[in-house]
Nanobody
Framework: QVQLAESGGGLVQPGGSLRLSCVAS????????MGWYRQAPGKQRELVAS???????NYADSVKGRFTISRDNAKNTVYLQMNSLKPEDTAVYYC????????WGQGTQVTVSS
């Protein structure tokens, strides 16, 4: 059974930083494509960033230069470092793993507000 456990969300002021973590179990992590998605109220879930096994990384245009995705295969963990946060980054952030099927975490709330 695949489980993805996110942590690191919270309330932060505009311009601040947060780091999200996602620990995976029940999956061969080192060959899975890992990603972070987000869903704001009234909007569709959207890709924020993804990282493949070979290190290829993709970012949404809206977060390029501010967010950094990384993975530690020894710890079965993927990270999302979020800097220069904006109110429009407010959303529930979901960890995703893709290995022959999509797997999702429960989500962690990120709120950017003064």
């Amino acid at each position: 059974q695949v489980q993805l456990a996110e942590s690191g969300g919270g309330l932060v002021q505009p311009g601040g930083s947060l780091r999200l973590s996602c620990v995976a179990s029940g999956i061969v992590f080192r060959i899975a494509t890992m990603g972070w998605y987000r869903q704001a109220p009234g909007k569709q879930r959207e890709l924020v960033a993804s990282i493949q096994t070979g290190g290829t990384i993709n970012y949404a245009d809206s977060v390029k230069g501010r967010f950094t995705i990384s993975r530690d295969n020894a710890k079965n963990t993927v990270y999302l470092q979020m800097n220069s946060l904006k109110p429009e980054d407010t959303a529930v952030y979901y960890c995703n793993a893709y290995l022959f099927a999509n797997y999702w975490g429960q989500g962690t709330q990120v709120t950017v507000s003064s």
